[in-house]
């Protein structure tokens, strides 16, 4: 698959699968396919990046995903929701690999995962801040503990919903609600102690 795939349809809406698309796949209709893959392509691939760390690895991961799904297409039409299956796929493929490697701590629930976020997790419109302000947020976000911030780059950049990102990481809502509250807070914090005013609070939002 070509990497200039790896730029958003912004035609194709990341909250809503159409039935009929998932119907046009499964008949082996590979322009459908191609917009599913044009789509969720660099957002798999960062999530895939933030456990196995490698580039590479990481590309292989997200390919092969999208193999199977092809390779395995009839079965589309009955996944309830087409996010939290990639997700999952994805996060399933690079554990798999992680313990292929015989890496240390595979096991641990992603509180040793690095992840980098992409410049676009807080927009200043969303927030309505300058850039200047925007930077210090994004250092806030990278100065985050790794669970936390994975979460935190779930909600706000991929825009999963938590119910999606607790079937993703089988954790429950509540866990992701808190984790969530602590960054909310430490990013608040952080701001307020570098400019010395309060800032406005940043809502916590895809419940």
Not at 76 to 97: C, F, G
């Amino acid at each position: 698959m070509n990497k200039s795939h790896m730029d958003s349809d912004p035609s194709f809406s990341l909250t809503t699968y159409p039935r009929e698309l998932l119907q046009q796949i499964a008949a082996g209709d590979q322009v459908a396919f191609r917009q599913v893959y044009s789509s969720f392509y660099k957002r798999l691939y960062q999530f895939a990046l933030a456990i196995v760390k490698t580039r590479e690895s990481a590309e292989e991961i997200v390919e092969d995903v999208f193999v199977r799904i092809w390779q395995q297409r009839e079965n589309l039409p009955s996944i309830q929701n087409l996010r939290v299956y990639l997700y999952t796929a994805t996060k399933n493929a690079s554990l798999n690999y992680l313990s292929a490697k015989a890496k240390a701590g595979v096991t641990e629930p992603f509180d040793h995962i690095h992840v980098e976020l992409a410049e676009s997790t807080l927009t200043p419109e969303q927030i309505l801040i300058t850039a200047e302000i925007y930077q210090k947020i994004q250092r806030a976000v990278e100065a985050l503990p790794p669970r936390c911030k994975m979460i935190f780059k779930l909600v706000r950049e991929d825009g999963l919903r938590y119910k999606e990102i607790a079937e993703v990481l089988n954790i429950s809502v509540n866990t992701i609600d808190a984790q969530m509250a602590i960054a909310v807070k430490r990013i608040t914090l952080a701001i307020e102690a570098e400019f010395g005013f309060p800032l406005k609070k940043i809502r916590q939002i895809n419940k």
